[in-house]
Each structure stands twice: as C-alpha cells, then as structure tokens.
C-alpha cells in the first residue's frame, strides 16, 4: 500500500517539474530566436534570489496571489471556474478601504470589521454568479468575466469625489484609513517589512487543507468535482454546492487584497495592484489546487515578476517573465493531463500485476498490511 | 469476457437483424465489426475476403458504415457540413458535395435537404442524416444500432422504408434490436445473441414474437433460486400513483403502485428505457415525483432529499457504477465513504473520520472478497465485478431497510455474481426489502418474491416467480400480455398461446 502512496507523491511532483523544465527550454528557444544568450537572464534573475530586499517582496507580493489562487482552486476542486476573482477581491479590498475610512472603532474591532467587509463584499459578487447558475443555468464563466467588468465600473464610480473618492493630486483614492484598521508588518530592518497578513494567508491554506480534506462539506465538494453524477447519487443537493462554493470562493478572493491594503496602502488608489485575480487562476493550476503546491507556485510567480526588473539593467527585456508565465501555465495544462492518464494506466496496470502475483488485501499478507500502516 | 464463439454471416442485399437481451453482448460485437475494438480470435471476412480493422477508418474504407444510438451531429452547422465533416476529401465542401448528397437522398429516399441547420430537424430527420452520412462514405453494409429506440411508430414504418430502398440497391444493412415485432417485419435473418454468443437463427416468416423471445433468454431453468420464501407482512416501502413527466410532457411513469414488505424481493421486468431508471431516480430521490407518495416504513418521503433517505436506510446499487456509484479517480476507502459521508464510521460530527473510514473499507474488502492490493489503488484500477462488490459492500454495511439493486450483476463475471446474490439473500432474510431490476431474466425469477413488469412507464403485469418462465416474461416485456400472468397450466386471456414444449416444464 505504501508503494501506491510514494507512487501518488511522484505523480504530484512529476507535473510541475515537466511543465517547468519545458517552459525554462521554451523560454531559452524564444531568447535565442531573438539572438540573446539563453541562460543570461535566468542567472540574472536567480541572483536576485539572494538580495534580502527582494525576497521580501517576493513574499509580500506572494502573499497576495496565494490568497487569490486558493480562492480560484476552490473552485476548480468543484469544476467551477471562478474567472471573477479580479474583480471580487479590488471591489471587497476597495469597500474594506472605505470603510476603514469612515469606521474608527478599536483595533480588536476593526479590523474584524474589514475583514468580514472584505469576505461578504467578494462572496457578495460572486454569489451573483453562484445565483444566476442554479436558477438560470448561466455559465460562471461568463458570468463572473461580466461582473468583472462591471466592478470596474462600480469602482471608478465609487471613487467620484462626491461619492466616496478623494482627490490626492492626480489619483484617486478613498481617503486614508484610520491607523486602527492597519497592520503591522514583520520588520526586517533595512530589507523592509513583510505583511502581517501574510499569517492570515498561512490560515487560509492551512484551513483550505482541513476543509477539503477533513470535513464531510470538504468531502461533498470533491465528490462533486470528480463526478456530479456520483456526488447527486451520494447525496449532494448540486445546486446548493454551486451556490456554496461560489460563495466561499469569492469570500476568499475577497482577503486577497488586504495584506497590501492594511499593511502598507491604506488607500484603494489607482496604484492599487490589478490582475491579481486573473494570475491567480494560472497559479492555482500550476499549484494543482494543493495549499502546498499553490505556495510553491506563488513565490515562483512572485519571484518572475520581481526580479524581472533587473533584467533591463543589463540589456534585457523584462518581458521574458511574463512569456515565461504564460509558457509555463500553458506546460502545466498539458503535463498535467499526460501525467495524470499516464499514472491511471500505470497504476491499472500494476494492480492487475499485484492481483496475479497474488497480493490481495485480506489475503495471508493482511497482517503484514496492518503492521505497514 | 463479452463475446465468444460468435457466427454471423450476412447476405448482400438483406437486411439482417441482430436480437439479444441487454448486455448480451451486441454492442461488443458491433464495435469488433466496425474496428472500435479487437476481436482476440476469430476472422471477419467482407466479400469472401478476410480483412483486419484497427479503427473505424479501416471499417469505413472496406465499406462498412455505422449509425451510432446517439447521433454524433453538430447541431449548430448545416446538413451538408456535417455530412462533409472529416470526408471533405471525397467531393469536396462546396457544389460537388451538395449535388452528391441530393443524388444519394433522391437515390435511396431520404429527402434530407443539404442546407438545413440540423437543430431545426426531427430525430427521424437527423437519423436520416446519419444514414446518408454513412453513404457518403461509401458504405455497402450498414449497422444501425437500436435505429428504433427514438422513433415513434410512424417514424420507424418510414425508416424501414428506407431500409427496404437500400437492400433494393445491394446494400446490406445489419439491424441491431430488441423490439421483436419490428425485427420480424423488416428483417430477412435474424441472429439471437446471448450471454455474448450466438445461440441461433431464424427466418422472420417462420418465427413468432415468442419463439423469438425464448431464443432471446434463453430455456435454461433459473440459477440464483431463493430457496425460503422470507417475506413478512410489514410494509417497508409503498409507492402509491406515482407519476414522473419527462420535460417533453410525456409520462415516463405512471401510476406506479407497489408495496415491499420486509424480507421481500420484488423484481422489475422489463425492456430497458420503459421507465425503469426514472422508477430508481424517483424513489433515490435524484428526481422528484409529479404526483403520488412513497413511504419508508409507513413515513412519507415523496419530498426527502436524496441524503436524508440515504440517512433514513435506503441503499443504491446504481445501474451505472461509474456515474452513479464511484468516484473513479479516488481511492477505495474514499469510494467507501461516497453515499455515507453523514454516517459512521466515515464521520464524527461534521468531522471525516479517515481513519475509522480506512479500516472499514479494509473490512468490506475482505468480507466482500474484493480483489485489490489495497485500499488506497483507485477505484477505476479496479475490474468491474470488484467494483461492483466494492458498493454492495458499502451499501450493505448501513444496513439499509430497503435496497435498490439496478442491474446488480450487470458485467460481473460468474463468480462474483453468485457473491452478490448471496449477499442479498441474506440481508433479505434478515428482513431487508428490496427493489430488484435486472435484464437478466433468470436473476430476476430466481430472486424475486414477487414480480411486475414495467412497461412504457406503467406496471402492466404481475407474475409469481414460482411459476413463471422468462418466456412467459419476456412476452409481456414487449408489451404483448397484461395483467396477472399465469403459467400455462391455468391460461389466461391476454396471453400468448402456448407452445409444446411448455407442457414439459
């Protein structure tokens, strides 16, 4: 039993490491069609690795796509796709700033009060979608990408003077929190600071685990993602698990704009970081919806976009990361599902191997597999 | 093993009718004929000539078309960009093709018109397409598979029609059916398979529906007997009117009465598609009724969701373990957990209990004799009889009051088979009522207390299984006897003369 379990850990490691090692060659391809040295910018970038300033960037910015891909695997783990993350976390992180601008109450308060502000307004939008699915049978798909865009609008008009914005030169912004609402980051000195919601992202995953995992409601949502057909026969009202789901998906992507917001913005302005939603959804793939996995796959995607700069300093684009990111989801998509129908006929096979060599559970080694465990 | 010892020969320019029960193994060879699948042994030769298929692409260049239960058609494109589809080569998608397709439609009949979209097409329409698809290719033997199941009487006299027109042409067309009445008025052979093997022939103008459908099932007397009858007089589930309309507005059930009572089997005949699954689905709570009850044990639970009545004692064998009964992709003892998440021992609270959930799972693998190397292989490494005895184990470990078994042998070798009629003997002695549906005539005579048979959504006949013969079954399957069937020795109106050999049982 041991072997099939080494041989799950295998299979789980073998993706990444396909998909990465074919993006970094692809990479190199395209940097030699553009008559550049192919291994120059990797080691320009690895080197950024060891500057203490630039890993905590890595984190804080890492800290923020994990929120949002696990809001984006959630969904996956349903088969529901989530595209709306983007928006559901600038609309709650901007609803958060507002309030946290116009509430002053104790910190032991208010920041619970931004919190919960963040979750219902993302569960908010994204229950819109949830809605429209089981009643109306709209694609989540369409529906979130549409919301998308409407949060644009909700947002710019939010920030109209007379409405909530407040002008600071040229941007816009929601005004400054009260000090009360902020966070304190982990101070390193000179290196700067890391998020102090970066805690709440390590809650966040180690709760996703437990949930899935863990719980009959974990259970049932699996069940449904596997097979729908199975999870109705087993039991699981599917509309309500659509509805759930989407719900506790946007309440994640809600968090995933606070640790920047309490720790070191204050504001919701127009420099506040977007597209964290839609990078999410390709960390969350390459993380395959595993809380580890998704935090690999975040500080990797962390570490292209910030050490990537340097990469202009000596005659590079910068740009090489973001092929590299798209190259790289592109890899995992299609290692994934090699890989995947690889190990389910491996294994077919080896069970058929074990079953004629006579090792059958409840058979003369049942002791020998009760002393493995 | 789904086929053996298979004889088939068809003549050119007939049409060749294929008849055998569910699961008696057509398809198989259906898919062996048209290269989907290879055959282990045995030789198939077209024209005198041997020839080997390694995929469909093979079959079709040799002349041999098929025309799938399911119509494989974009709905979104036109008559003749579906008919061009992958043969763009032969004429063309322009002009050439449009001329070809009206020259084959006026040829044999079939008034498909190349510009139509095909969601704006009947099924008898589309199925015409798939024909003339066929054609376009260049097939000289056609297989249609149950052509019929979709079609409506007059629907079905025009696509015999068609029929006709083409064996007028030297085609030859191989018809695969179960309606016996239709296979007799438009067949010029018939081949009767069973339990994956060919077990005879027959000419259409000397057979009747009923010497058909003996050959269909077979004479063989029942294997799986009850020995004691068990059946108590405490009702464990009535169903009372039940009604169940499909979107279209037809009744897919109706009227269904029947009471189970403790230690009772009651089994369901009938051809597959006159209601039996919308019955599960309706009573497992994945459909809800129009109208009528169901009570467990004396409770209403006609608006119980599907886990409160799975809570509440009602296990599932599903007809389709792989939709409705695993996760394939999981590991046993998660399988194991499927349906049960509420119970013990697979949860505390609101908790899972994986490790409680591991060790039962060991249990029912031992107990069930489900062949694996260990609990954590997935479901799908698994042959299907494992997997089948896999749920039957689950579900019995809950100790269900009342136990839907759809097709609990279906694709299970003869081995674990007899494992799982034993298994549900016993639980029936020990007071378990259960809803048996089988196409295999013989597991449902031989363990069923009672007998009704379904058909077009209503429950026409009853029977006593102690008498009965699956001939006599297998008449009013197809519709052709009513009410009470008796065995021969005290006939009844509504039943089929009896043949000699009856006399001898």
């Known amino acids: 039993m041991k072997k099939f379990d080494k041989e799950r850990v295998l299979l789980a490691v073998a993706g990444p490491v396909i998909a990465l090692a074919v993006a970094f060659a692809l990479s190199a391809i395209v940097l030699i069609a553009s008559g550049k040295n192919p291994v120059e910018p990797f080691s320009v970038m690895f080197e950024q690795l060891s500057f203490s300033d630039i890993q905590v960037r890595i984190i804080n910015q890492a800290t923020l796509y994990y929120i949002a891909a696990l809001a984006v695997a959630i969904g996956f783990r349903m088969n529901l796709f989530n595209i709306g993350v983007d928006g559901q976390y600038q609309l709650a992180a901007m609803m958060a700033a507002i309030v946290g601008a116009h509430a002053n109450l104790p910190a032991a308060l208010q920041v619970p009060l931004l919190l919960l502000t963040a979750i219902l307004t993302g569960a908010f939008w994204s229950g819109i979608a949830g809605v429209l699915k089981v009643t109306r049978g709209v694609s989540e798909v369409v529906a979130t990408i549409m919301l998308n865009a409407i949060a644009t609008s909700v947002i710019a008009y939010l920030w109209l003077p ?154 590079y684009d910068k740009e090489i990361a973001v092929i590299m990111q798209g190259l790289i989801v592109l890899s995992v998509v299609v290692s994934y599902e090699a890989v995947r129908e690889w190990g389910l006929r491996r294994q077919q096979r080896r069970v058929g191997a074990e079953l004629a060599a006579g090792h059958v559970l409840g058979a003369d080694n049942n002791t020998k597999e009760a002393a493995g465990r | 093993m789904a086929n053996h010892d298979i004889h088939l020969t068809v003549r050119k320019g007939t049409v060749h009718a294929l008849v055998g029960e569910n699961g008696a193994g057509k398809s198989t060879l259906m898919k062996i004929l048209y290269g989907m699948q290879k055959p282990d042994e045995g030789t198939i030769a077209i024209d005198g000539e041997q020839v080997s298929f390694s995929s469909p692409a093979d079959a079709i260049v040799r002349g041999i078309g098929m025309v799938h239960q399911h119509f494989m058609l974009a709905d979104n494109l036109t008559v003749l960009e579906n008919v061009v589809l992958g043969s763009e080569k032969l004429y063309g998608i322009g002009g050439k093709a449009r001329r070809k397709i009206k020259e084959i439609s006026e040829r044999y009949g079939l008034d498909v018109h190349p510009d139509l979209l095909v969601e704006e097409l009947g ?165 809800h009724a129009d109208s009528g009850t169901i009570a467990l044990e004396g409770e209403e639970i006609t608006a119980w969701a599907t886990r409160k009545r799975r809570e509440q004692g009602i296990g599932y064998i599903p007809e389709d373990r792989h939709r409705h009964g695993l996760l394939l992709e999981a590991p046993l003892w998660e399988n194991r957990i499927l349906g049960h ?44 009889g494992n997997q089948q005895k896999l749920i039957v184990g689950r579900e019995m470990s809950h100790h269900p009051k009342f136990l839907i078994a759809a097709h609990p042998t279906r694709g299970v070798d003869v081995g674990a088979q007899a494992a799982i009629w034993d298994h549900i003997r016993e639980a029936r002695r020990e007071g378990l009522a259960v809803l048996l549906i089988s196409a295999d005539l013989d597991e449902l005579i031989g363990l069923s207390d009672t007998l009704r048979v379904i058909y077009n959504g209503k429950l026409v006949a009853d029977a006593d299984p102690a008498t009965i013969t699956p001939e006599e079954l297998g008449s009013a399957m197809t519709g052709a006897a009513t009410g009470h069937l008796e065995h021969e020795e005290t006939p009844e109106t509504g039943k089929a003369p009896e043949s000699p050999e009856d006399e001898a049982r």
Not at chain 1, 237 to 252: Q, Y
Not at chain 2, 354 to 383: C, W
């Open chain 2, 341 to 384: 998440v509420t119970e013990t021992p697979n949860a505390k609270g609101v908790w899972l209990d994986p490790k409680a959930a591991q060790a039962d799972t060991r249990r029912i693998v031992t107990e069930y004799d489900v062949r694996t190397p260990g609990i954590d292989v997935t479901a799908a490494s698994l042959s299907g």
């Open chain 2, 123 to 287: 099924v008898a329409a589309r199925q015409r397409v798939e024909i003339l698809k066929v054609l376009y290719r260049g097939a000289r033997t056609l297989i249609l598979d149950e052509p019929t199941a979709v079609l409506v009487p007059q629907e079905v006299d025009a696509l015999f029609a068609n029929l006709r027109e083409l064996k007028a042409e030297g085609l030859s067309v191989i018809f695969i059916s179960h309606k016996l009445g239709e296979v007799l008025s438009v067949a010029d052979d018939i081949t009767v398979i069973r339990r994956g093997t060919t077990v005879g022939t027959a000419v259409p103008a000397e057979t009747t529906p009923r010497q058909l459908a003996e050959m269909m099932v077979g004479s063989e007397l029942p294997t799986p007997e009850t020995a004691e009858s068990t059946v108590t007089d405490r009702p464990v589930l009535t169903v009372d009117k039940l009604r169940l309309v499909a979107p279209g507005g037809k009744a897919v059930l109706d009227d269904i009465s029947f009471t189970i009572h403790a230690g009772e089997v009651l089994g369901i005949a009938g051809v597959e598609g006159n209601g039996q699954t919308e019955l599960v689905d309706a009573l497992i709570g994945l459909r």
């Open chain 1, 162 to 315: 007379d409405v909530f914005g407040v002008k600071v030169g040229n941007n816009n912004t929601t005004g400054e929190m009260y000090e009360s609402g902020w966070i304190p980051g982990i101070d390193l000195g000179k290196s700067g600071e890391i998020y102090g919601l970066v805690v709440l992202a390590v809650l966040l995953g180690i709760g996703y685990w437990v949930v899935l995992n863990r719980t009959r409601f974990g259970f049932d949502l699996r069940a449904s993602g596997a097979s729908e057909t199975a999870a109705a026969a087993s039991g699981v009202d599917p509309k309500r698990m659509v509805l759930t789901a989407m719900l506790i998906s946007g309440g994640l992507a809600g968090l995933a704009g606070l640790p920047i917001l309490m720790g070191d913005t204050h504001t919701y302005s127009l420099n506040f970081p977007t597209g964290i939603g839609f990078l999410g959804i390709g960390i969350a793939l390459l993380g395959r919806n595993s809380p580890v996995g998704i935090a690999f796959a975040a500080l990797l995607w962390a570490w292209l976009d910030k050490a990537s700069p340097e990469l202009d300093f000596h005659g």
